[in-house]
């Protein structure tokens, strides 16, 4: 993105070319002082860094809807999987690990009650699901 206008940086001025020695060889004649350059510093910013990261943390409504279904489905799919195995008696520990990331993943507020519930219900499944799963050390 390009942002044109008073906050752009200063233009830099123009810097004179090297002259060239006779021989080729470069040269910097005496009378030419190290000149001051513009320190970074008397470039404008909008409002820094801590302004950005507060602003790429602000989602709108739609998108965060749209994360939490896509995880939903993504839970909804390790459920099917595990279904799957059950029937074919091939359960496997990779089953267990993505019960367990798609129940992490899906603990975060969407702001609509609705669509929380569900993933709510989701969630219970998948923690009854994963209880099952797990081995009980010690009972018999």
Not at 51 to 60: N, P
Request: hydrophobic share 40%; glycine share 10%.
């Amino acid at each position: 993105m390009r942002i044109l206008g008073t906050n752009a940086p200063a233009r830099v001025a123009n810097v004179s070319q090297p002259r060239r020695a006779p021989g080729g060889a470069f040269s910097v004649p005496e009378d030419d002082a190290p000149r001051q350059t513009a320190a970074a510093a008397s470039l404008r910013t909008i409002g820094g860094i801590d302004a950005l990261l507060a602003l790429q943390g602000q989602d709108d409504p739609g998108e965060r809807r749209r994360r939490a279904v896509k995880r939903g489905r993504i839970a909804l799919d390790a459920l099917d999987e595990l279904k799957v195995g059950v029937l074919a008696g091939t359960i496997g520990t990779t089953t267990l690990h993505r019960l367990k990331a798609a129940t992490a993943e899906l603990r975060d507020p969407t702001g609509d009650t609705g669509l929380d519930a569900v993933l709510g219900e989701i969630e219970l499944r998948l923690e009854v699901e994963i209880a099952k799963l797990t081995p009980r050390n010690g009972v018999s």
